[in-house]
């Protein structure tokens, strides 16, 4: 049995180093391959051991150890996985991130990641310029859009003055993210500090609702610290009115943050970047690439228009390390994370595997899938809410909140029965099945069912 050393040799090639990873990613490829045979969910889930042993696992025993939790983990690369935003993982990402953890570098500072922490910088600059954002942008990965969203708010807070306002308000669409309201807890704010407008029947906020709570707010002696605008919303994917928002924003002097974590990524692409018009207006966005472009998880960015405000909320000096070289700022001090992990390395290399022409493809394919979804749905029998990007909700028309529970509890077994898996979200008061159609698997054959199945739950 071979015997694999805790840390690798500083001095030489390893072969039993080398062996164990070469099985780990034997298992893994095999895991990915089996995808298709299997089901999105897990049949059984048996957990290993969880205290460790006297005396530590061979090498073998700790791959069949890891086995068990693989084989009880969810498959988003089943063709059928199309509830969530949680993609098939780039292969690119996957050697990436095996490659960061060995690497081990810390992006809290420039001497624990010398080249990790220039490339963080590097490719979010080039993310905020591929926007539109101005040349005194840039940005700071975060592990997920909640946290991106929290620091941007936290940024809009601070650089507007009102940090220490108990009653600073934030304005965002009824249909925003459940993170504002926990990123409204983290800062300390009351729960009516988020208010929310109601949207139109596309789902986006609406600027004259929006125009007269502000007055109220204003009327009433509060104040607001930033307006949230939403490209590509949880149910529905809707696209707030970005271009309205930021010239609202801009006549307010009102910080505009963009949550788009589901929709921002189709501002990289000249063919998709119509669908989020406005977004360059932003004095901060929040950009997801794990949810469409497949980067392993997770990988979050918050772009800003102007760099300098991450630093001036965020720096501490950070007194117990050296100085940032040159004229640079550690990452650590950009944001609310001090230690994380190079998480920009797996994004970067997904990017440089696509090209442009993969993203554009993975782009545009996801909205060609909710269309040919959508077109095969009759409108008559269902209520569908979709936008303009790759998610859609659908529920049986006129039925009640508890007639929707039953039909959409019943369908999502049917489904699963048939290795498709859909969301349930509770979206105003009624029961939905919402496909997110971000997966590069799932085939026209594959949405010919789900539609059957869908329509043959009302005896279509
Ligand atoms: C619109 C929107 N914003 C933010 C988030 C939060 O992202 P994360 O789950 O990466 O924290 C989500 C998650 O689905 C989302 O849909």
């Not at 049949?43 to 009880?72: F, R």
């Not at 000249?270 to 469409?292: D, F, M, R, Y």
């Not at 009640?400 to 349930?424: F, G, H, P, V």
Request: hydrophobic fraction near 40%.
């Amino acid at each position: 049995m071979s015997f694999l050393e805790p840390f690798a040799s500083p001095e030489h090639l390893d072969p039993e180093l080398q062996l164990f990873l070469e099985k780990a990613s034997l298992r893994l490829c095999k895991w990915l391959a089996n995808a298709g045979h299997s089901s999105p969910l897990p049949s059984i889930s048996v957990m290993p051991e969880i205290a460790p042993p006297l005396k530590g696992l061979s090498a073998d025993a700790l791959l069949d150890e890891i086995q068990l939790v693989m084989d009880g983990s969810y498959q988003p690369s089943h063709p059928g996985s199309l509830a969530h935003l949680d993609p098939p993982p780039l292969t690119a990402s996957i050697a990436a991130d095996l490659i960061c953890a060995g690497l081990n570098n810390n992006l809290l500072a420039e001497e624990l990641s010398p080249s990790l922490s220039r490339l963080e910088r590097l490719l979010c600059n080039w993310f905020a310029e591929r926007i539109g954002m101005p040349p005194q942008s840039g940005g700071v990965a975060a592990s997920g859009g909640s946290l991106s969203n929290l620091m941007a708010l936290v940024v809009a807070r601070y650089q507007s003055g009102l940090q220490n306002d108990p009653k600073a308000v934030l304005l965002a669409s009824s249909e925003a993210h459940v993170s504002l309201s926990k990123a409204v807890r983290v800062m300390g704010l009351d729960a009516e500090a988020l208010q929310t407008i109601e949207t139109n029947n596309e789902g986006q906020i609406s600027i004259e609702l929006l125009e007269s709570q502000l007055k109220r707010v204003r009327a009433e002696g509060g104040k607001c610290f930033a307006i949230v605008g939403t490209a590509g919303t949880t149910v529905r994917g809707a696209v707030d009115p970005l271009v309205e928002l930021g010239a609202f924003c801009l006549r307010e002097s009102l910080w505009f943050h963009i949550d788009g974590a589901i929709g921002g990524i189709f501002a990289i692409s000249e063919k998709t970047s119509h669908l989020v018009k406005g977004i360059s207006l932003a004095n901060s966005v929040t950009l997801n690439p794990q949810k469409l472009l497949g980067i392993t998880k997770t990988s979050s960015l918050l772009l800003v228009a102007n760099r300098s405000d991450l630093i001036s909320t965020f720096a501490t000096g950070l007194p117990y390390i050296e100085p940032a070289w040159g004229t640079e700022t550690h990452g650590g001090e950009m944001g609310i994370q001090g230690t994380r992990p190079a998480e920009v390395l797996k994004l970067w290399l997904g990017l440089r595997q696509l090209g442009e022409t993969g993203i554009n493809n993975l782009l545009e394919q996801s909205i060609e899938r909710r269309v040919c979804l959508e077109n095969k749905l009759d409108p008559s029998k269902f209520q569908l809410i979709s936008g303009p990007l790759h998610l859609i909700s659908c529920t049986p028309v006129g039925i009640d909140k508890e007639q929707s529970a039953k039909w959409s509890a019943e369908t999502r077994l049917e489904l699963l029965e048939n290795q498709i898996m859909l969301s349930r979200p509770l979206h105003q008061g009624i029961y939905y099945l919402k496909a997110v159609l971000g997966n590069p698997h799932t085939k026209t054959p594959h949405l010919v069912k789900l539609a059957k199945i869908l329509n043959c739950s009302l005896g279509v």
